[in-house]
């Protein structure tokens, strides 16, 4: 029977894959799948996504995101391209421009990744590397399962993309030199979208194109590949050629700026080597689960045990040579170097998703080293035959086995930020009568709890409701220059989006205010909570003798500043962080053009 099953999964090789793409990702769809038919209005980083995309073919995006460049936190750059908003749209059409269609758009990206990685690798690998590939592919899945698979952050979208970048690294260095443009193409994606993995890129592209160059230039078998590789240079950083050529200082010079003058402290070396220490771990996230912070200690039993299993690999390496794998060593080497530089240059506060990259060179070394050890064990090649097919059918096991855990994890999960998502829903719904179809509205907003992203979630949601609302030009970035307002004078009327208790009552009461909307999304067990710990913290902050941080407390994005920004106790910040997690209640106010601003 498992002869049969492996006999027609090797003639049906791409059928294989795409099945063990299904089982590997299949937490993911689980996740995926038990929020098909949920209302979701998204707000936050989850609501970037979309205003990007909205804005595809009307206003196509010439750079990314909005990013923490720059040293004006009113006037905010962007992530360096837009390759995330194409590679997302064509899902998102096909459903109709929905915002869960965002969501599906999000796994369809992610699956591409997996499957393109799997294929290359059976490609020029074999079916062996495949498998082992499969197993820590899945146990990296069901450790991000199932948030990460339901935020379409950008944070996010490149991960798997980079798996697959290392691979095709790998192939070109084995001689598939038409591999080099897509390699150019995916690892251009990877850095357009998230900053940190600018230097892994370009610090394998450079030298690769090197390499190639030198090493067939009597042949001339480079031109061809480096020709298309110029073509997608082109392609793909024409969009943000054209933005810097715009007025203004321009988003790629921003950048530079940025990140070779820091406007902090870059944490150096042993920071860099004890934040990798706990990833490159085999008690580490990638098998446990996301939640360890970089500057966390490290389980260094973990480490150890990563580090005996690679050197086993590198041994096992040493005696048989095989060239297919030490050409993938070398791009695993040569990528952790310069990660670890990398992670040295980070600077600001240090979060885990900044060096997330480092999951999939951890598994890979895995991979190579378990590659390694069975080209030693089954070294004799009838011993080979008589263990291919058994250890198939355990590794298959395995990962159906882990995939299976995962899913069970992953069902019944809730999209992020579901109590914005009803704030913003039910706000529209209420609002919409009230204003004109052919007018503008100026949408401001005082938030203590979202970090704005209920705002810029507003905006999203009002438009898909047929209204226009635009920003001051200090969220243009957030939410795309041309929904920005540089004179309000060029509005109909004002509208701010007020969130908590006593920031609306204190709203409610100016002469020039009209109430439009309100709506608590907390259900009667959370707002019962959510006083109960209002009173507590404001005795706790009493007793702090900081009479002031409870005022701070109601101020626009207080609840971070309360945690982030003042010399607040462990106690005090569990507190206030539930309380922030429960969210509060919202109303939306009318004024007229050139009315004060609140508070």
């Known amino acids: 029977m498992i002869t049969r099953l492996r006999n027609w999964a090797l003639g049906h090789p791409f059928v294989t894959l795409v099945a063990m793409t299904a089982i590997v990702m299949l937490p993911a ?19 970037l996504a979309e205003l990007m995309m909205r804005g595809i073919p009307e206003h196509p995006p010439l750079v990314g995101v909005a990013a923490r460049v720059g040293r004006d936190i009113n006037d905010q750059g962007y992530k360096p391209g837009p390759s995330m908003a194409y590679a997302l749209y064509p899902v998102y059409l096909a459903m109709f421009r929905s915002s869960i269609s965002v969501i599906v758009s999000t796994l369809v990206v992610h699956m591409a990744g997996v499957l393109a990685t799997l294929f290359f690798v ?60 897509l390699a150019v193409a995916v690892g251009y994606h990877c850095l357009q979208t998230h900053i940190s993995y600018v230097p892994l890129v370009a610090g394998a592209l450079v030298p690769l194109v ?108 040493r005696r048989h040579r095989d060239r297919q794998l030490g050409r993938l060593y070398v791009v695993l080497g040569w990528s952790t170097l310069i990660g670890l530089y990398a992670t040295s240059r980070v600077f600001g506060t240090f979060y885990d998703y900044v060096i997330r990259w480092s999951w999939l060179l951890a598994v890979f070394w895995i991979v190579a080293s378990l590659w390694s050890v069975t080209i030693t064990l089954a070294g004799d090649s009838e011993l080979r035959h008589r263990s291919t097919s058994i250890g198939g059918a355990v590794l298959g096991a395995t990962v159906l086995g882990v995939a299976l855990a995962g899913s069970a994890a992953s069902a019944g999960a809730d999209l992020p930020y579901r109590s914005d998502s009803r704030l913003v829903a039910n ?10 179809p052919d007018s503008v509205y100026l949408l ?15 905006v999203l949601e009002m438009e898909k409701r047929g209204d226009t609302l635009k920003v001051d030009p200090w969220a243009k970035a957030t939410v795309r220059p041309y929904r920005s307002m540089s004179d309000e004078r060029d509005a109909d009327a004002v509208l701010w989006f007020v969130v908590g208790s006593e920031n609306i009552e ?19 067990d959370e ?18 003798g900081h009479p002031e941080w409870i005022t701070l407390l109601d101020s626009q994005y207080g609840h971070t500043q309360v945690v982030y920004n003042v010399e607040s106790p462990s106690d005090l910040d569990v507190l206030v962080n539930r309380y922030n997690e429960i969210r509060l209640p919202g109303a939306v106010f009318r004024v007229p053009v050139g009315a004060p601003l609140y508070p």
């Open 29 to 47: 769809i689980v996740a995926v799948a038990s929020n098909l038919f949920v209302d979701w209005h998204p707000t936050g980083d989850m609501s």
């Open 122 to 181: 059976r490609r020029w690998f074999g079916w062996r590397v495949t498998a082992i590939t499969a197993l820590v592919m899945a146990v990296i899945v069901r450790s991000l399962a199932p948030g990460f698979f339901l935020e379409p952050w950008n944070t996010w979208i490149p991960v798997f993309a980079y798996t697959l970048f290392l691979v095709l690294v790998a192939g070109v260095l084995l001689g598939h030199h038409r591999a080099l443009p």
């Open 210 to 317: 090197v390499w190639l160059v030198w090493t067939t230039r009597r042949s001339g078998t480079w031109r061809r590949p480096v020709v298309w590789s110029a073509g997608v240079t082109f392609a793909m950083w024409l969009p943000p050629v054209i933005e810097q050529l715009q007025p203004g200082p321009g988003n790629l010079r921003r950048v530079w700026e940025h990140f070779t003058n820091p406007p902090d402290e870059t944490v150096g070396l042993r920071a860099a080597f004890r934040a990798l220490a706990g990833e490159f771990n085999l008690a580490g996230p990638f098998a446990t689960g996301p939640g360890r912070d970089p500057t966390d200690d490290p389980r260094w039993w973990g480490f150890v045990a990563f580090v005996v299993v690679v050197l086993a690999g590198l041994a096992a390496w």
């Open 427 to 436: 706000l529209g719904a209420q609002l919409a009568p009230s204003l004109g």
């Open 444 to 458: 401001r907003w005082h938030d203590p709890a979202s970090l704005g992203g209920t705002g810029f979630g507003f």
């Open 506 to 524: 204190r709203f409610s009461l100016r002469d020039d205010a009209e109430m439009l909307a309100e709506y608590d999304p907390r259900s009667a």
């Open 527 to 544: 707002r019962a909570e959510s006083n109960d710990l209002r009173l507590r913290i404001e005795e706790r902050i009493r007793e702090l």
